[in-house]
């Protein structure tokens, strides 16, 4: 079983910055993969920002120079600071994992149970 724990979302004023932290536990082997969704009321949920295991890492257009994923491996824990926010950014933002839980298995995906990030106009 493994866990997704986020963290950081919240009320934010138009400009002003959020980071959201997701730290995985549980029976893994190796992340492959972690980033970031979000889904817009009325929307369907979309990449925000994804980074492999030694691969370049993919931003949506509406977000790249404004937000910046990283990951710590040792605490197998994905970041992502967002700033200069705007009102269309709102959102639940959902972290999401690629893992396996044994060196020659196969990958699973999990995503985490989402966080809420609000910017007010």
């Known amino acids: 079983q493994v866990q997704l724990v986020e963290s950081g979302g919240g009320l934010v004023q138009a400009g002003g910055s959020l980071r959201l932290s997701c730290a995985a536990s549980?029976?893994?082997?190796?992340?492959?993969?972690m980033g970031w969704y979000r889904q817009a009321p009325g929307k369907q949920r979309e990449l925000v920002a994804f980074i492999p295991s030694g691969g370049s890492t993919n931003y949506a257009d509406s977000v790249k120079g404004r937000f910046t994923i990283s990951r710590d491996d040792a605490k197998n824990t994905v970041y992502l600071q967002m700033n200069s926010l705007k009102p269309e950014d709102t959102a639940v933002y959902y972290c999401n994992t690629i893992y396996r839980v044994s060196r020659y298995g196969p990958e699973y995906n999990y995503w985490g149970r989402g966080t809420q990030v609000t910017v007010s106009s």
């Open positions: 549980g029976s893994i082997f190796s992340i492959n993969g």
